[in-house]
């Protein structure tokens, strides 16, 4: 079955640096997405993207946060100047459209800020 | 904000019992809604959905109802099994409205199913 990748599974970073968090969706797929999870908390959405721009934000999507589709199959989310309250788990996602329209998402990638 | 609710942090269940997670919403423009099973440290994986148009949606041992007029949604588990203990993730979308079709998660509800 069709799945999507991350990488890294897990990164600690220091504050201030920055960092890029790589997905691989699901090859059929149009829609993209980041959503996150703090520990102990419920998953947030952070940003849509289709046709190759930015379709939604969330709030937490400020500035330092970017997303990126350099080429047909990668899709990145960069955090420039980390923090540490972005100590998170990092989850993509990716859906098609018409046939099912369900998001599936990776593993995720453990982003631990020190 | 919190349009969708999990109000149970916590189920448990015996194995073979049924399994009943509620999820409440408050977005009456939310037209699709999604289950999903999560392990610690992994992602969401999807489990079962259902399109405002239906009150029911079945796959094998799940089931989920869907109340519109209460703005309710359930997930059963018939029968339990221990191998179904993990967070369960109620998510509603306005799929259809053409929105982007983001996924707003309620708090997870965890299931323990005892052998």
């Known amino acids: 079955e069709p799945e999507v990748t991350q990488t890294p599974s897990h990164q600690v970073t220091q504050m201030g640096q920055e960092v890029i968090l790589r997905c691989v969706p699901i090859s059929n797929h149009l829609y993209f997405y980041w959503y996150r999870q703090i520990l102990g908390q419920k998953v947030e959405f952070l940003v849509s993207f289709y046709n190759n721009e930015i379709s939604e934000k969330s709030e937490i999507f400020d ?40 998001i599936y998402f990776g593993e995720g990638s453990w982003l631990t800020v020190v | 904000d919190q349009q969708v609710k999990q109000n149970s942090p916590s189920l448990s269940v015996q194995e073979g019992r049924i399994s009943i997670l509620n999820c409440d919403y408050t977005n009456s423009m ?41 703005k309710h949604l359930s997930l059963h588990i018939v029968p339990s099994q221990p191998g179904d203990s993990a967070v369960y993730f109620c998510a509603a979308s306005a799929l259809f409205r053409g929105n982007t079709g983001k996924l707003i998660f309620g708090q997870g509800t965890t299931l323990q199913v005892k052998p």
């Open chain 1, 63 to 102: 500035d330092q946060f970017s997303v990126e589709r350099p080429d047909g199959s990668n899709f990145t989310l960069k955090i420039r100047s980390t923090k540490l309250e972005d100590s998170a788990m990092y989850f993509c996602a990716s859906r098609s459209i018409g046939t099912g329209n369900t």
């Open chain 2, 30 to 70: 939310f037209d699709y809604f999604l289950w999903y099973k999560k392990y610690p440290a992994e992602g969401p994986t999807f489990l079962i959905s259902i399109s405002s148009i239906k009150d029911k949606n079945e796959d094998g041992r799940f089931t989920v109802f869907l109340n519109k007029s209460a």
